[in-house]
Each structure stands twice: as structure tokens, then as C-alpha cells.
């Protein structure tokens, strides 16, 4: 089993910044990527950045230019640093896993909350 475990959400003001970041624990064969998705109230939940152990990175269009997605392998930690934070960007914030190679299984934080205040 694979534990996934958020930290660094909180309330910031428009425009301010935060640093989210997740740490997979437990039984780790292979970890191929990790992410973060978010939810809002009424929303559908969505991807908000992806990145592989070899360093490929996707975004959602809402966030780039706004939102880095980092990690380190060696600690099977990802990280989100989000800037230019707004109202739209309110949301809990899910860690996500992909662990596996032969079979490939999906692993999600608790989530953290996200709150941007006007």
C-alpha cells in the first residue's frame, strides 16, 4: 500500500503565494509520475499539473505561466508552487501517484485545501 501525504494549503490573499507538497510512503516498488488535481464546490475534478521521474511536465491551460510542478525522485516527493493565486484557483488540492510497471495503480492524498481570498 502507498500512503500519499499533502501539506502547505491554507488561506492566502489574491495575488499571494503558496507551496504545496506531497510525499509517497510506504510499499514503493516504482513511482512513474506524480500530480496534483484539484476540486472545487461544483466542479468537476481536474488535473492541474503532472510530472514523470524523467522530468516531463503538463499543465492545465488555467495555470500555466502561474503554477511549477517539481519533485524528487530520491524522496518520491512532488511539489507545487503556485503564484498569482486568485479566487478561480479555490479548491481542494489532491496528491496523485502512479505507481507500477507490469501494473500500473493510482494512488490520492487526503487533499489539502486551497483558499484564495479577494
Known amino acids: 500500500q502507498v500512503q500519499l501525504v499533502e501539506s502547505g494549503g491554507g488561506l492566502v490573499q489574491a495575488g499571494g503565494s503558496l507551496r504545496l507538497a506531497c510525499t509517497a510512503s510506504?510499499?514503493?516498488?516504482?513511482?512513474?509520475?506524480m500530480g496534483w488535481y484539484r476540486q472545487a464546490p461544483g466542479r468537476q475534478r481536474e488535473m492541474v499539473a503532472t510530472?514523470?521521474?524523467?522530468?516531463?511536465?503538463n499543465y492545465a491551460d488555467s495555470v500555466k505561466g502561474r503554477f511549477t510542478i517539481s519533485s524528487d525522485n530520491a524522496k518520491n516527493t512532488v511539489y507545487l508552487q503556485m503564484n498569482s493565486l486568485n479566487s478561480e484557483d479555490t479548491a481542494v488540492y489532491y496528491c496523485?501517484?502512479?505507481?507500477?510497471?507490469?501494473?500500473?495503480?493510482?494512488?490520492w492524498g487526503q487533499g489539502t485545501q486551497v483558499t484564495v481570498s479577494s
Open positions: 496523485n501517484a502512479e505507481v507500477g510497471r507490469l501494473v500500473i495503480s493510482d494512488y
Open positions: 510506504g510499499s514503493i516498488f516504482r513511482v512513474n509520475a
Open positions: 510530472i514523470t521521474t524523467g522530468g516531463s511536465t
